[in-house]
């Protein structure tokens, strides 16, 4: 039998150090632990009600990659110059949550400690999600 719930996820574009990204695709997760800006945003999307998962908790997902940017004018780069088209090594950390739940404190707390001059950071609209039912 196919049940569904209603979810929504919220997405956190998390630049890492290049060790940690070249830990990872050597087949280390744990190494996402141990970045400084990951481990302090994972601890956030560990709070419920994100990534509660019924009989799981803490269900984050996690990818990897990098991001381009050119930072312009105005903009306060924590890596690159302004003006000059830079690299990122980046992790994408997923967690979803309940659709009806109040995440805009965890939002906010994502905001607030988000290394970026301008985050990204991205909250789905609500979707079906699939579960055994």
């Known amino acids: 039998m196919r049940a569904s719930r209603w979810v929504r996820d919220v997405r956190v574009y998390c630049p890492v150090a290049p060790a940690t990204l070249a830990a990872l695709m050597a087949g280390n997760p744990a190494a996402v632990e141990q970045d400084p800006t990951a481990a302090a945003l994972l601890a956030i999307l560990r709070i419920p009600p994100l990534g509660d998962f019924g009989r799981y908790r803490e269900v984050v ?73």
């Not at 830079?86 to 400690?113: C, F, K, M, Q, R």
């Open 61 to 133: 997902e996690l990818g990897l990659g990098y991001e381009g940017f050119r930072p312009g004018e105005g903009a306060v780069p924590t890596l690159g110059v302004v003006g000059e088209a830079n690299w990122s090594p980046t992790v994408i950390l997923t967690a979803i949550y309940d659709a009806a739940a109040g995440v805009e404190a965890l939002t906010d707390a994502l905001l607030a400690t988000h290394p970026w001059d301008v985050p990204v950071i991205a909250v789905s609209e609500p979707y079906r999600l699939l579960v055994r039912g």
